[in-house]
């Protein structure tokens, strides 16, 4: 069954460094999304990307983040210079319509601890 | 933006017990989805219901999207139910799902 695979499942990191955490969507998708959960937290929605431009995006998602989809599979999320309260789980998800109504389908999340 | 309510926050079953979580939205939605966080923190895909009823074995939904609601049952638990339970909705301005406050089950054996 087609899923949505991310990497890597955990990163630490020091405060102020750079991170990147990347997603292949399911093949035949179209729409691409972000979402965070702090610990304890609702999944909050970060972003979402078609076409290879950015369609909506929360104000959690400001300047210090920015997505790419660099090839014809990957999708990635970049946090330039990382603070401590970015420390949450990050989930990839795709769907498959254009009009995004269809269903989503997230990854297994990438835990980013930062220190 | 589009509210998500979630009842109960928390829930603690005996294994074999059955269970209802409720899931309200403050505006029509296109999308409305049910989902599983394991302990180790993966969504799982339950239900895509944005109306109508559904089942997949132990579990079922209903959405009834002209009075804002959806249910998720959980019949017969087991141990393996227990985690966090979502309901993320789309409505019809922007094209994200808004999850609610999510539902935290314990099943005891």
């Known amino acids: 069954e087609p899923e949505v695979t991310q990497t890597p499942s955990h990163q630490v990191t020091q405060m102020g460094q750079e991170v990147i955490l990347r997603c292949v969507p399911i093949?035949?998708?179209?729409?691409f999304y972000w979402y965070r959960q702090i610990l304890g937290q609702k999944v909050e929605f970060l972003v979402s990307f078609y076409n290879n431009e950015i369609s909506e995006k929360s104000e959690i998602f400001d300047d210090q983040f920015s997505v790419e989809r660099p090839d014809g599979s990957n999708f990635t999320l970049k946090i330039r210079s990382t603070k401590l309260e970015d420390s949450a789980m990050y989930f990839c998800?795709?769907?498959?319509?254009?009009?995004?109504?269809?269903?989503?389908?997230f990854g297994e999340g990438s835990r980013l601890t930062v220190l | 933006g589009i509210q998500v309510e979630q009842s109960p926050p928390d829930l603690i079953l005996q294994e074999g017990a059955n269970s209802t979580l409720r899931c309200n939205f403050s505006d029509s939605v296109n999308n409305l989805q049910w989902f599983h966080q394991n302990p180790w923190g993966q969504l799982i895909n339950l239900f895509y219901i944005p109306s109508g009823t559904k089942q997949n074995g132990r579990l079922s939904a209903t959405t009834v999207a002209t009075e804002r609601y959806s249910l998720l049952y959980i019949s017969s638990s087991q141990t393996t139910d227990s985690g966090v339970y979502f309901c993320?909705?789309?409505?019809?301005?922007?094209?994200?799902?808004?999850f609610g406050g999510g539902t935290r089950l314990m099943v005891k054996p």
């Open positions: 993320a909705v789309k409505g019809y301005a922007g094209n994200m799902l808004t």
């Open positions: 998800a795709s769907s498959a319509t254009v009009s995004g109504t269809g269903e989503l389908f």
């Open positions: 093949s035949n998708h179209l729409y």
